[in-house]
């Protein structure tokens, strides 16, 4: 098949899924077109069969709001009219699947049907705001087929908003032959020393990853166990974060490792891996620990519990029980033989469930359906 894949290229959970959907179907003998605004973060190796295609938003100074949907829609009609496409699948309701639904509309007769996954953002956080609920349904509604990335996710779809399309769970996956763990070969020592146990996060820094919550866990962690904080990635938070850890006494026990592409190796030094958040449709950087052998001490929030089995690969707390989630960290790195079980527990739980060639035929099923 020749699939156009429409997602954000930014560091996020979205734009990695879509770009690795698209390695993964273009080594199954696809045609992939990416069309995004940049070239995905994680589009890092060359893979035959996968083109980009850019989308330039000019800006006139008359006009204050940029017309990115506009020039997407144009973008993806290019693209059709090159390409023949069968499907243009959007990672996100709004503003992916709006543009392709105009573009279909634009191509009339013979259009590529429209698969749209929704990942979170657009549905929790956007689809409560009134400013978008009504293109956010009638993008769904209008799509051939609809996925949430967990059962969570679909739930909060249907009950949030005037949906009546079906929407199916495919969930998130990871490609298993590179996500294993690693030897951290020549990280220790640089980025922990001697005896000290490493506890991790990461993530784009919002807000709804409440990245100060990561700092008062650490900071009582420190009071029991030598420990380092490894922060990796960026974002608005990271600052204020910072701030809260020197007023804690603790900022010299951090490392900030910023953005970071080869992450394995990384995970693969962690003792425990820390994702508070308010808010997770799913938590890839949860699972991208997990294929890492490391458990992870989380919100019981959104997908969350589909993702991490209590007691077993992890534990999950309330969200904003920094002393709960404390004292989860620390049973784990006071107890090699916990950490070392869960660590494997994790692993398991990533190979049997989460691999690519278990999720990604359930994503070319839905093609097939859509192109009947
Ligand atoms: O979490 C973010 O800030 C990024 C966002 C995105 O667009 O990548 O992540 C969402 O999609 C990911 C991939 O499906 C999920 O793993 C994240 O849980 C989800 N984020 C939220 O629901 C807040």
């Excluded at 429209?114 to 409560?128: E, Q, R, Y």
């Excluded at 030897?183 to 490493?198: D, K, M, N, Q, S």
Aim: proline content about 5%; some cysteine; overall charge negative.
């Amino acid at each position: 098949m020749r699939i156009g894949i429409v997602c954000y290229p930014s560091v996020g959970g979205s734009g990695i899924v879509a770009t690795e959907l698209a390695a993964q179907l273009a080594r199954r003998g696809h045609e992939i077109h990416i069309v995004s605004s940049d070239v995905p973060f994680r589009l890092s190796q060359f893979e035959e069969r996968i083109r980009f295609h850019q989308v330039e938003t000019p800006t006139y100074p008359l006009f204050r709001e940029s017309p990115y949907v506009l020039a997407l829609a144009n973008k993806l009609v290019e693209v059709h009219r090159l390409a023949g496409l069968d499907v243009i699948h959007a990672h996100y309701a709004v503003p992916h699947a709006t543009a392709a639904f105009l573009a279909r509309e634009i191509i009339g007769p013979g259009a590529p049907g429209v698969v749209t996954t929704l990942h979170g953002t657009d549905i929790t956080l956007m689809g409560s705001d009134p400013s978008f609920t009504e293109i956010i349904a009638f993008s769904i509604n209008r799509s051939d087929a609809v996925t949430a990335v967990s059962e969570s996710l679909r739930t909060d779809t249907v009950t949030l908003l005037p949906v009546q399309r079906e929407v199916r769970v495919i969930p998130n996956f990871l490609d298993c032959a590179r996500w294993r763990r690693s030897e951290p070969a020549g990280l220790c020592g640089r980025l922990a020393c001697g005896g000290e146990r490493v506890l991790m996060h990461m993530s784009n820094f919002r807000r709804v990853k409440r990245p100060w919550d990561v700092v008062e866990i650490f900071s009582r962690v420190c009071r029991a166990v030598e420990s380092r904080l490894i922060l990796v990635g960026d974002g608005p938070e990271l600052a204020p974060a910072l701030a809260l850890a020197e007023r804690l006494g603790v900022r010299e026990r951090i490392l900030v490792l910023g953005n970071q592409e080869q992450v394995v190796p990384l995970l693969s030094a962690a003792d425990v891996f820390l994702l508070p958040s308010e808010q997770e449709s799913f938590g890839l950087a949860a699972l991208e620990a997990m294929a890492c052998g490391v458990p992870v001490v989380v919100s019981r929030t959104g997908g969350l519990p589909e993702v991490v089995v209590e007691g077993e690969t992890g534990f999950l707390c309330q969200v904003g029980d920094v002393d709960a989630m404390a004292a989860r960290v620390v049973q784990i790195l006071q107890d090699d033989g916990l950490r070392r079980r869960m660590g494997a527990a994790a692993m398991e739980r990533v190979r049997r469930h989460f691999c690519a060639d278990r999720v990604v035929p359930q994503y070319e099923a839905l093609y097939r359906e859509v192109v009947g």
